[in-house]
């Protein structure tokens, strides 16, 4: 994997998710549920070119998927794709529990 391991695989959501544009967009997805460009760009504030554009990078780093009706394609969060976030997440969380088991570990042995 490389000298950064895990981070090496969420650095591309990573960077996906610092733009804050692509974060209302993903946002807007979980909670509205599929929508279309333009069905986006009503709820927003960026133009419909815009909002493919940053729709090209998430789906590009797997976090959101769409399916063609027509004309239109209809997209959605892909929740396989946050995976690699999470994994890395998880690290943290594993890294506190472990901390806090030593923690109590020496407060009871200090008894």
Same mark, same amino acid.
């Given at each position: ?11 591309? $959501? ?17 909670? #509205? #549920?599929?929508? +279309? $460009?333009?069905?986006? /760009?009503?709820?927003?504030?960026? +133009?419909?070119?815009?909002? +493919? ?10 976090? $959101?998927q ?13 929740? /396989? #794709? ?13 890294? /506190? ?10 407060t009871?042995?200090?008894?």
């Amino acid at each position: 994997m490389g000298t950064y391991g895990s981070l090496e695989a969420a650095g591309p $959501v990573l960077d996906a998710l610092g733009d804050p544009t692509r974060r209302v967009i993903l946002e807007t997805l979980r909670t #509205g #549920g599929p929508c +279309s $460009v333009g069905g986006l /760009a009503e709820r927003v504030p960026v +133009s419909r070119p815009a909002i +493919s554009q940053h729709l090209k990078v998430l789906g590009a780093v797997g976090l $959101v998927q769409h399916e063609s009706r027509g004309t239109r394609n209809i997209y959605r969060v892909h929740q /396989a #794709g946050l995976g690699e976030l999470r994994s890395w997440l998880d690290q943290f969380w594993g890294d /506190a529990l472990q901390a806090y088991a030593d923690h109590v570990q020496r407060t009871e042995e200090g008894k």
